[in-house]
Each structure stands twice: as structure tokens, then as C-alpha cells.
């Protein structure tokens, strides 16, 4: 029988290697996610603040003002340099700008200037969105009626939990999400799979996803994340 030699020696301690620091890291996240507070490098409560404040500023002055207060407020994080990207996902259509992304969090503005609707998806995470122009409606489960946020308002879409939610015209808002990340895209990419075929657009979010992420690594310092909700 051959015997391996010694490159494939070293190819198969490699793998093993890869193969634990991989298994650490899911069970890191997993810990950190199931962790009670959970830890993230923004502070919900001073997205709040600053959305509030740019909320009834005309748009533009709007997306300029939460973008210089992020960069203010979470130096070296926010990077304001990447497309618009055409997003469907559950029904619905709208256009994302990632501001930041890891494995574990995101942040970034979302909206629709024609309006849309659709499913919000299940999803292992929070998601929180902060309106600063038109207005959001959201159905919940096992009720009738919708309510109704507008700008300035904080829009709380808990973890497993599904909703219908309708953009009115020309509405935009800033979103943070915690929680696994990889785990939103099978729903964030299914249209792109089996309605639209826009393989386009597909390509540009895994683009933007993959610089943000590898910004965020070579930008990790876990002394620096926070309670997600702490006052």
C-alpha cells in the first residue's frame, strides 16, 4: 500500500486545522449570539438617537447626517463607499447601501422610491429599522391589523418571528441586524435564484458583503463591542 507522503501529510493537518479554528469561531458566534446581553459594535439605542435627529432633515441631508454621526460615533467602522444594490428577497424589490458588515452584525440603509412589499422573513438574528423618510407598515401573526411607523420610529423585528410589511413611496431607513449573518442570505437571495434570474445584482450584494466583512475582521477588537441595548 502506498504510504502518504509528507505533502500530503502536511495538506491533512492543514485541513484539520482549518477545520478546528472553524468549528471555534461557529461556536464563538453561537455562544456570543445566545449570550444574554448580546454583544455587538452598535449600540441600538444610539442608532435611535441619531436617525431621530436626521429624521426631519430633507433626504439627502438625511443620508449625509447618519452617515457623518456614524463615522463620529464608530470610528474606522462605517464605510460609505460602496453601490446601491437592487435586493429581492420574499416578494418584495428595494435597493441596499452595506455600511458595515461581520459575521455577526450589519448595518445599512434600505428603502424603495416606488414603494414595496412583501414577506420580512424568519431569521436567526434581530433586525431593527429606524424610518427617516415615508412611512413602514407591518403585519404581524395572528392579528388583523397593521401598524403603522413613521419617521423617526424604531421598527423591531424579533428573531424566528415573520411579518408583512409594505414601503410606502419613497421610503428609507437605516437597519442594523445581529445574529448569524450567513444565515439571512438563503432568504436575502432566493428571488435572485428562482424569480428574477438578476445573477447581476446577486453578485454585487456578495461583493459588498465580502469587503465589509473583511473590513470588519482586520478591524476586530472584541474590547470594543457593547450590550446591543444598554442605555
Aim: hydrophobic share 45%; glycine share 6%; aromatic share 16%.
Amino acid at each position: 500500500m502506498k504510504q502518504p507522503n509528507k505533502i500530503e501529510k502536511k495538506w491533512f493537518t492543514l485541513n484539520k486545522i482549518i477545520f478546528l479554528i472553524s468549528i471555534s469561531i461557529i461556536l464563538a458566534l453561537i455562544i456570543n449570539m445566545n449570550s444574554k446581553p448580546r454583544k455587538c459594535r452598535f449600540n441600538t439605542r444610539t442608532l435611535d438617537k441619531i436617525v431621530k435627529v436626521a429624521s426631519v432633515l430633507p433626504l439627502e441631508q438625511a443620508f449625509e447626517n447618519i452617515t457623518k454621526e456614524l463615522e463620529i460615533n464608530y470610528p474606522g467602522l462605517i464605510h460609505d463607499d460602496l453601490d446601491w444594490v437592487f435586493i429581492n428577497s420574499g416578494g418584495f424589490m428595494g435597493a441596499a447601501k452595506l455600511l458595515y458588515a461581520s459575521l455577526t452584525e450589519y448595518v445599512l440603509f434600505f428603502g424603495s422610491a416606488i414603494g414595496t412589499s412583501g414577506h420580512s422573513g424568519r431569521y436567526w438574528g434581530v433586525i431593527i429599522d429606524w424610518p427617516f423618510a415615508g412611512e413602514f407598515w407591518q403585519w404581524e401573526e395572528n392579528t388583523i391589523h397593521k401598524k403603522v411607523f413613521r419617521k423617526g420610529d424604531m421598527i423591531l423585528h424579533k428573531e424566528w418571528a415573520a411579518t408583512g410589511y409594505r414601503l410606502q413611496n419613497g421610503t428609507w431607513m437605516l437597519e442594523h441586524g445581529s445574529g448569524f449573518v450567513p444565515s439571512f442570505m438563503p432568504f436575502a437571495f432566493a428571488d435572485s435564484f428562482f424569480s428574477t434570474l438578476d445573477f447581476i445584482s446577486l453578485w454585487r450584494n456578495i461583493y459588498a458583503y465580502s469587503i465589509q466583512l473583511s473590513r470588519a475582521y482586520f478591524n476586530s477588537n472584541y474590547s470594543n463591542y457593547v450590550d446591543c441595548y444598554e442605555d
